[in-house]
């Protein structure tokens, strides 16, 4: 018991770790992976918040928030309404809560262009929200869902976060766009968030079955080495079905293959945060 306290307060004391999920494609398994890597690591111990930043909401549904009950939404938290703690909901997953995203957050470019601390927002919440938090209600990851677009709100994203995590379907067009990507991080790196670094490039949607994908993956790893994870994230059925039953894969049918291949990613990003801060 008292082993499992220490272990409690160890987490407790540790700042989380703020995860970007970004690519300016559409289509690539951003949402599918925030959802379905936050429930992995959960289910291996950590406290994990989902921040959904994508006004589609995709988030919110498949973890089966309805729009009904969005009363509040990260759109409150970027104009400043409502704190992170306020709009945070528990969701179906034990250990794993959800800042959830409605489609007011369309609009908040336009309201927030006026205010010089407009790429700042969700970093001022998110330390708001970290230095209210109790021991024993502390998160150790964050996880943020960006949109598909490199607009205002993947910039606050990406400068309140440590990395960015990079899905990257298996398919053609692959490299094109990850360039324009690349370049946006270093611009934020450069000028509002000296910290951020690539945390991995996840592929998803891989066919062993097509040899596009077999060739998508080679020019990926031979093009950004080390930063592409190990863990590959197949195409599943069950991985397609899950959100629309408001599950995560792991919920929905844990020995799948997609649901394996989440698990495996969750430790794969554990075993790089713990390389990191050996080093």
Same mark, same amino acid.
């Given at each position: ?29 951003? %949402? ?50 409502? %704190? ?28 927030? $262009?006026?205010? $010089? ?17 109790? +021991? ?10 960006? +949109? ?132």
């Amino acid at each position: 018991m008292a082993h499992n306290g220490q272990r409690g307060q160890a987490q407790a004391a540790r700042v989380p770790r703020i995860l970007a999920l970004a690519n300016q494609k559409g289509g690539v398994g951003k %949402t599918t992976t925030a959802i379905n890597l936050g429930t992995a690591l959960a289910a291996i111990g950590e406290n994990v918040l989902i921040v959904d930043l994508d006004p589609q909401g995709n988030a919110s549904t498949g973890l089966g928030i309805d729009r009904n009950k969005r009363l509040y939404s990260t759109y409150d938290v970027l104009t400043a309404e409502r %704190t992170l703690a306020e709009v945070r909901q528990q969701t179906a997953v034990p250990r794993l809560t959800l800042a959830p995203a409605t489609l007011d957050l369309l609009g908040v470019e336009l309201e927030l $262009s006026a205010f $010089s601390d407009r790429t700042q927002r969700l970093k001022a919440a998110i330390k708001t929200f970290v230095e209210a938090s109790s +021991p024993e209600d502390a998160v150790t990851y964050i996880l943020i869902d960006c +949109p598909p677009s490199l607009n205002l709100l993947t910039v606050n994203a990406l400068a309140a976060a440590h990395a960015v995590v990079v899905p990257l379907q298996c398919e053609f067009f692959a490299l094109e766009g990850l360039s324009q990507l690349l370049n946006t991080i270093e611009q934020v790196r450069a000028s509002l968030n000296t910290e951020l670094a690539i945390h991995g490039v996840v592929l998803t949607m891989f066919d062993p079955r097509n040899s596009l994908s077999s060739q998508v993956m080679a020019d990926v790893r031979a093009f950004l080495g080390e930063k592409v994870y190990e863990t590959v994230i197949p195409r599943n059925v069950r991985v397609s079905e899950a959100p629309s039953h408001g599950k995560p894969v792991l919920l929905y049918d844990l020995k799948c293959a997609g649901s394996q291949a989440y698990l495996k990613l969750a430790s794969e990003v554990i075993q790089r945060e713990r390389r990191s801060h050996a080093a």
